[in-house]
């Protein structure tokens, strides 16, 4: 049987296969025949055998049966692999005209695009009725002809197309690479064109992850008053990864929503020692807060453990081991029960018995049960441990009620 790969082999060469693979898988799906040269077609489809597919599915259409319509797409189809561009195109003409209803019309539509599109004759987008066409031949004149498409590009944009084709015209835009196509999406991000795009625009650019895109968001950035444009510029910082500006972003953001967001956003895109940097150098408790819970997202337990250990500030060594506690087997136990015991603040013991208890660490809780003077300490821990499931918590209890 014919493999799912083949269905999108019918639209090779064009970033938009995923508009209508699933609309040609369940054309196929819904037409399977007993036909046995429509049968030999797709076997020979799968094994790159084109010509001897173009015999098959000739065959199999030439009895007018109920496989008809679909091997003579699948002729068509073959054709154009082998290189027999004018016969595919005829071949899609017959099928046009002698099942102007079949499921497979607008299969053939897209294949016939794609055909022209290769021989040198791509057509327009903004002729065709379709949509899914039209993404497919905008996508076709990028690549054949990049000067053509541009102008077009600017008037589908300018269209009242549906947001589905506008936001695909952008897409296609940032293909491009050329100075004017840069230019009309750096237009449509600062809003000064097509303001209902703009964060569309300042998505793809994030995508892109080129200097000059990244330079350019950054003028948008310190420019703009906009929360929305500023939260989709960190997000496309984050997925192109450029750290130095989420870091400058945390640094100097004024707005503390948006500084929150520069923090997890630069988490996210793995700066663990830039968030380390922005730790010793802030003086907001609430930010210091956000990275140690950046830090945890991103499993960087060694500065938990320094930070935990070392701060000054009761409050953020609490926040620490919260996150530590949070982490698991990862947690460093070890230094949570070595804190405990030489921490003198109360916040910060109880807040080492919680972590433990979220590790399920039983050996750790008993280790400091054992220890323990303090008589409602004492009694905290063994009510920790009454919910932590261990050989060690079992035998201390069998050894409390003995």
């Known amino acids: 049987m014919i493999c799912k790969g083949i269905l999108f082999l019918a639209l090779a060469g064009s970033a938009l296969a995923q508009d209508l693979s699933g609309l040609m898988a369940e054309s196929f799906q819904a037409h399977q025949s007993s036909d046995p040269d429509y049968q030999n077609g797709l076997r020979q489809l799968d094994a790159r055998q084109w010509d001897q597919a173009i015999s098959s599915f000739d065959a199999a259409a030439s009895r007018k049966g109920s496989a008809a319509d679909a091997a003579l797409y699948w002729k068509a189809y073959a054709e154009n692999k082998a290189g027999r561009r004018e016969e595919a195109l005829d071949t899609v003409a017959e099928l046009r005209d002698e099942y102007p209803s079949s499921r497979w019309i607008k299969d053939a539509k897209a294949l016939e695009v794609e055909v022209r599109a290769q021989a040198g004759a791509p057509v327009n987008p903004s002729s065709e009725p379709d949509e899914d066409l039209k993404l497919i031949a905008l996508n076709s004149l990028m690549q054949s002809d990049p000067n053509q498409a541009l102008p077009i590009l600017q008037k589908l944009l300018a269209s009242n197309n549906s947001p589905k084709v506008k936001d695909r015209a952008l897409f296609v835009l940032t293909q491009s690479g050329s100075p004017e196509a840069s230019k009309i999406l750096s237009q449509v991000a600062r809003g000064s064109s097509y303001p209902d795009l703009q964060l ?115 409050a953020l060594r609490v926040a620490a081991i919260k996150s530590l506690g949070l982490m698991g087997s990862n947690g460093r136990g070890d230094v949570l029960v070595s804190i405990y015991q030489s921490d003198s603040n109360t916040d910060v013991r109880k807040a080492v018995l919680n972590s433990l208890f979220l590790q399920q660490n039983g050996k750790a809780l008993v280790e400091l049960a054992r220890a323990e003077k303090d008589p409602h300490m004492k009694e905290e821990i063994v009510q920790k441990m009454a919910l932590v499931h261990t050989k060690e918590t079992t035998e201390y209890m069998m050894e409390v009620l003995k």
């Open 200 to 314: 569309k625009a300042i998505r793809y650019m994030g995508m892109m992850g080129s200097d000059e895109s990244r330079k350019e968001l950054a003028s948008i950035y310190s420019s703009s008053s906009d929360e929305h444009v500023k939260r989709a510029i960190l997000q496309g910082f984050m997925m192109s990864g450029s750290r130095s500006f989420l870091l400058n972003a945390a640094k100097t953001e004024k707005d503390p929503a948006l500084r929150r967001d520069a923090i997890h956003n630069l988490a996210m895109s793995g700066g663990q020692d830039e968030l380390w940097q922005l730790y010793q150098s802030s003086a907001s408790p609430d930010d210091k807060k956000e990275i140690l819970q950046s830090m945890f997202l991103g499993g960087n337990s060694s500065r938990l453990v320094e930070i935990a250990r070392s701060e000054k500030d009761p």
